[in-house]
Each structure stands twice: as C-alpha cells, then as structure tokens.
C-alpha cells in the first residue's frame, strides 16, 4: 500500500465542500495489506443516506466493519471511479474561552486539521476496515470548510483557546455599473489566540487592514471582464496572502464563510 501526504496549498486552504446536504464524518482504522495501518476521519457530504445520521439511534446503515468497506468501494470505486481517497488522521474542534463563548459572531463551530494528517489510501491496498465511529459535522457545515493549517499553527491552536474573535467582510455593490444582481465580497471569520489583543484592538486592526484586503476584489469586479478569474487568484495571491500571513504570527486567523442558498 502506499500512503502519500498530500502537500497543502500555500494560502490558507480549507477542505470545502461543492455539495450541500448533510456531511457525516466516519473514523475507522485501514489495515493495509502491506501490514500497515492508518486511523483517520473521512468526511462524506451530499443527500445520499451515507450522509446523515438517524436522530435516535445517531448512527446509519454504514455503522459497521463490512457495511463501511462496501460504502467505500461504492462511493469512489464505482460512482466517482477513482481508486484513492483522502482522509485526515487528526481532525480537531476550535475551542473558545468563556469570554468569547458569550461573544460569539457565530453560532456554529469551526474544524482544523494539519497539512502532515493528510493521507491517501489506494482501495486495492486495503486488506479489511474497522469501523470506529460516525458523527455528524461538528463544525459550521457547508459555510466553513475544514481548515487545513501548517503544523505550528495547527498545533498552537489545539494547546489555546479562542481569547476573542470578529468578522471581516465588505458592503455588497452592483456587480458591474446599472446592474441588479450584487456581488458579495468574500466574508471571514477572524478567531484571535493572542491574549495581548482586546476585542477593540482586534476590530481596529481588521478595519485598518480591510481596505487593503479587498483591494483585489474590488479591482477584480471594477475591471467589468477585463481581468480574469485566474488573474484575480494571482492577485490575492499576491496582497491578501502576506496580510493573512502576518496575522497568524500575531496570532489571529482568518476563516473564509462560504454563501449557501
């Protein structure tokens, strides 16, 4: 069998879903025919029954050794016809302190794993499954992604506690002069670790920084065509990457919230 690490994207990268409907997350150990073994979680979305819970009995027709290789073999074998699929080996809730439990911005939780948990499995290289767990997302599903983080920050964020948090977003406007439809700029979640920065200060700081920020966005819509979704990448790339960038070594990271209908 051969496990790959999957080598995360240098932007703050999230683990985002394209459907919608329920996401159950399924933990269980892969013993490899290669002697080997991996424990991980694997998250499966959609309106498919593998993707929800019973209420009562909290677990599904899935919820067992045999029933969960044959989900396996049919989700990515049969219907997405791959032979590998990705699971994380760690995969860890946001905890909050007291304080920024009453301040909540949001109501849901928030899901993070580190780029090393990353793992790939080959179907034909497992020898059986164990089945471990099934739970629903325990995170704000389908408006934020898992986050998928460097080791230090990863780690920092397991040892802490959200000290306070703040949102990051900028006012809707016509999607090109005399339209009717609005363009939504893209909206954050901003959880801050450093004890040393107050609520205040927190939301001073993204308000310094916000016009910056969005400056890309802004161009990008302004520009009614001329520059290219791919240009418009590379430029965030480019000025929003290093802002992010600087806010995790204070301390603070930035969560992308994602629109659903």
Known sequence: MKILAV???LFFATQAFADLGGCVVYKAKYVLKNGQSVTGYLPLTGYDDYAYLDDRTKSNAYCSDKAFQQLLNRIFYQEQKKL????FE??????????????????????????SSIRTIHLDSIRYTIFLQA????????EVGIQVLDVKTANMMREQKVVNQAGLSHPSMPGWPGSIYEHFFEQYDVLNYNKNISQAALEAKLTALSEQFYAPELRYIQSKGAMSAKQFEREKQRVVLPIILKLREEGIILIQRYMTC
């Open 84 to 87: 590998e699929f990705g699971l």
């Open 90 to 115: 760690k995969l860890d809730l946001v905890q909050f302190s007291q304080a920024a439990s009453r301040n909540h911005y949001f109501t849901g939780g928030y899901a993070f794993t580190d780029s």
């Open 135 to 142: 739970k629903n997302a325990e995170w704000d599903y389908p």
């Open 7 to 9: 080598v995360s994207l």
